[in-house]
């Protein structure tokens, strides 16, 4: 079974500064994606990022970006520039490329920034 | 707006009691999926359907059924209610049934056992 483990339960920067989330996994398998989840204080479940496992370049959306090291199970979401708005949970989590489609969530990192 | 709507948004309960929540997918997308939120338990996958066939089934309790209708919408059905049922239930919908395609999340049912 995949396990996700986020270290980080929580973390606080100040608004502009650049800060990087933890996510490590456990699996056999050798193709799946790999996600960064925001969940603000309205509850609602945002993706932020999304990386296969095949594809060696890190992937980027603006402000987001991750560093994927597969030999480590590590995947880390680098925030830049962070906006009050980035104030939320956040989730890791691991999908497989075959079979079910179900999502594993690590327990997330609470995330605040400060103005 | 992820466009998956999740009705009611919340619901308040006492113990032994069955409760229906609902879902309807984004236009064009085949596939549902339910998550529980809880505190102890945090986000965990429940099942998924794929164009009204059951696909993928997670930690599911068997007070808990799901079903996906022809017009794809899809009902979670939870019975004997406890208080540890108590949570925040996503609804998902994907283009397939495959990894290639990110799930959007509805707004969550919040349900509150008493």
């Known amino acids: 079974a995949q396990t996700v483990t986020q270290s980080q339960p929580e973390m606080s920067v100040q608004e502009a500064e650049t800060v990087t989330l933890s996510c490590t996994y456990d699996?056999?398998?050798?193709?799946?994606?790999l996600f960064w989840y925001k969940q603000p204080p309205s509850r609602q479940m945002i993706l932020v990022i999304r990386?296969?496992?095949?594809?060696?370049q890190n992937a980027t959306e603006n402000r987001f970006s991750v560093n994927f090291q597969k030999a480590a199970k590590s995947f880390s979401l680098k925030i830049s520039d962070s906006q009050l708005g980035d104030t939320a949970m956040y989730f890791c989590?691991?999908?497989?490329?075959?079979?079910?489609?179900?999502?594993?969530f690590g327990q997330g990192t609470r995330l605040t920034i400060n103005p | 707006d992820s466009g998956v709507t999740q009705t009611p948004k919340h619901l308040i309960t006492a113990t032994g009691q069955r409760v229906t929540l609902r879902c309807s997918p984004r236009s064009g997308d085949l596939s549902v999926y339910w998550y529980q939120q809880s505190l102890d338990q945090g986000l965990q996958f429940l099942i998924q359907y794929y164009n009204g066939e059951e696909r993928a089934k997670g930690n599911i309790l068997e007070r808990f059924s799901a079903q996906q209708f022809p017009d794809l919408h899809s009902e979670l059905n939870l019975s004997s209610l406890e208080l540890g049922d108590s949570a925040l239930y996503f609804c998902a919908s994907s283009a397939s049934g495959q990894g290639r395609s990110e799930q959007y999340f509805g707004p969550g049912t919040r349900l509150t056992v008493t």
């Open positions: 989590a691991f999908m497989k490329h075959t079979g079910a489609q179900k999502l594993v």
């Open positions: 699996t056999s398998e050798s193709n799946y994606y």
């Open positions: 990386q296969e496992a095949y594809k060696q």
